[in-house]
């Protein structure tokens, strides 16, 4: 199936988890051609049913809920506790005496899952680990199109193989998490422009590029080089819908040569952002810190309160390479704007 066929203009807007898609603005995206995508994956049920149903208030077009493929953890609690004292230098900056533990490691997938069939959206697009076949079989009986998050050919056969409709192949240059599930994660090192004609050649399903894309000419080069579309994650976090905070938001603005780094330090699974304080003081313990979502899970307070006082050293300021050519845009001039320019001769 062409992608064309789901929606008009080669445009996903990438889901970013943490709050920062609105409602607002992935209706903006998908009303203006595009595929507008909510990032499910930190969310409840219910919240996901309730931000569902306000996209479907602002927008009659397709739109896409991604989710992370992952098990709830159950670590010891002497694993916890030395987490928790390898945190202290950032924990401890912000006055406090100690760190609480989180009431629960992440969303549970599987009502998230059910949740999903349930809302049946156009599309469900999903990272962090694979679907099985019959998961696959039972949202294409529920009429939704099925893409998976790759970062290299062996795990885009494997979608291919299980049924899923597409594939988004996703270079190194990406903002935030990647969706390895094959092998280890610092050996998917394949920047975008790498990574895509390897899986287009590899696969008979479309294929979407991701990773350092920000402007109508990087995505022409992506379509000459046989992607069906692309997904933009940091040149639409920075939009006038995103509710991204201020401090945050003027960092991504301000980025200029300031270096990304893939770090495992706030979330025990690498993802790219702006390197800062609490990168350097973890970088040490790196390797030790739990998986995901543990460490995820254990970090949230302190990037949470830091967010509040617009302490940028201490939060996650997830990003893609490409951060320093970011536009603070309404939603849908950004498609407008990106469609012009692969127009433009």
């Known amino acids: 199936m062409s992608l064309t066929s789901v929606f008009p203009h080669p445009i996903v807007q990438g889901p970013t988890a943490g709050g920062f898609n609105t409602p607002a603005q992935i209706a903006a995206v998908s009303n203006a051609g595009g595929l507008g995508s909510l990032a499910c994956s930190l969310l409840s049920p219910d919240a996901i049913r309730d931000q569902t149903a306000q996209i479907r208030a602002l927008t009659d077009r397709p739109f896409c809920l991604n989710f992370f493929v992952q098990e709830t953890p159950n670590p010891s609690a002497d694993e916890v506790e030395r987490a928790k004292e390898w945190l202290k ?4 900056s912000l006055g406090w005496t100690g760190l609480p533990t989180p009431a629960k490691w992440c969303e549970d997938f599987a009502p998230q899952f059910e949740t999903l069939i349930a809302l049946r959206p156009a599309v469900a697009s999903f990272t962090f680990g694979i679907l099985t076949v019959e998961q696959i079989q039972r949202l294409h009986e529920a009429g939704i199109f099925v893409i998976g998050t790759v970062t290299h050919v062996d795990e885009a056969l494997a979608w291919e193989s299980r049924g899923a409709d597409a594939v988004i192949a996703s270079g190194v240059e990406s903002g935030g998490h990647r969706g390895t599930f094959i092998g280890a ?5 394949l920047g975008t422009f790498e990574l895509l004609p390897a899986v287009v050649a590899a696969v008979n399903i479309p294929v979407i590029a991701a990773g350092g894309i920000m402007d109508g000419a990087d995505i022409r080069r992506a379509l000459a080089a046989g992607a069906q579309a692309v997904q933009m994650g940091t040149a639409f976090l ?8 201020a401090a945050y938001k003027q960092r991504l603005l301000t980025a200029g040569d300031h270096p ?9 699974r690498y993802a790219r952002g702006l390197e800062n304080r609490f990168i350097q003081q973890m970088a040490a313990n790196e390797r030790l810190l739990p998986l ?13 309160e830091a967010a509040k006082r617009g302490e940028t050293e201490l939060m996650s300021l997830w990003c893609g390479t490409g951060v320093s050519r970011a536009r603070a845009l309404p939603a849908a001039k950004l498609v407008e704007t990106l469609l012009a320019e692969i127009s433009a001769q």
Do not use: H, M
């Not at 990304?260 to 025990?268: D, H, I, P, V």
């Not at 543990?294 to 302190?302: G, H, K």
């Open 238 to 245: 920075v939009c006038d819908e995103s509710s991204i905070g």
């Open 292 to 304: 995901y979502p543990v460490q995820n899970a254990l970090t949230s307070p302190i990037r949470a």
């Open 185 to 189: 994660q610092e050996n998917a090192t």
């Open 89 to 92: 230098p950032a924990w401890s």
């Open 260 to 268: 990304t780094k893939l770090t495992r330090t706030f979330s025990g």
